[in-house]
């Protein structure tokens, strides 16, 4: 049995809570035949890719049936699979180590690397199984792009499939700080609903 390793953010940005993080606890253990590693990140810049290539250091990469990140992304209105990272840290607020960064290259490596997941299929199965979803271009140019471009960069030559996947709040979260109707959010349940589809196609 392979493992599928899928990671997620604790909260951060003054919340305590993150959707990613709710959606990574809500997946079964078991998943299309494939043991699910979870894997809970720091919002630290270069902390996060850390940890986790750490965890995907622990198998064989013939052990990995594929590697994907979580995040959430307040504001959007459907899911969104990343179809790059960039290689530069810049952010408008601080990490959850109180580090700020503007316009710093992550790393010695590439201008940019492209996800190892098939993200057309995942929006298709996830738009099939009625769930909102668009490929993003881009994962920006916080903490989400830094572990997709680390974990993308480490798992690439290994021939394991990464890549990183951007979620809305979810409606239980936005009504709980007040936000409801006020950003666009989706059920936990259509969040989950939608990674296990995605997942389907990966």
Not at 29 to 42: A, D, W
Not at 47 to 65: H, M, N, Q, V
Not at 111 to 125: E, F, I, N
Not at 154 to 161: L, T
Request: a negative charge; hydrophobic letters at 45%; glycine letters at 12%.
């Amino acid at each position: 049995m392979k493992k599928l390793i899928v990671s997620a953010f604790e909260p951060f940005g003054g919340s305590g809570r993150n959707s990613s993080l709710e959606t990574l606890w809500s997946l079964p253990e078991l998943l299309y035949g494939h043991e699910i590693v979870k894997v809970t990140l720091p919002v630290v810049y270069g902390e996060c890719g850390r940890l986790l290539c750490g965890k995907i250091a622990e198998y064989e990469p013939s052990e990995i049936a594929a590697v994907i990140c979580l995040g959430q992304a307040a504001g959007r209105g459907s899911i969104t699979p990343e179809y790059a990272a960039v290689n530069v840290r810049h952010g408008a607020s601080a990490d959850n180590a109180g580090v700020k960064y503007e316009l710093t290259p992550i790393g010695d490596g590439a201008d940019a690397y492209v996800t190892g997941l098939p993200v057309g299929a995942m929006v298709q199965k996830m738009k099939e199984a009625g769930v909102p979803a668009a490929v993003s271009f881009t994962a920006g140019t916080y903490v989400c792009n830094d572990l997709m471009y680390a974990a993308v960069e480490y798992c690439r030559p290994r021939g394991i499939a990464a890549g990183f996947v951007h979620l809305p709040l979810s409606l239980e979260i936005a009504s709980a700080e007040g936000k409801a109707g006020a950003i666009h959010a989706l059920p936990q349940e259509m969040l989950t609903r939608g990674i296990v589809a995605a997942i389907g196609a990966v």
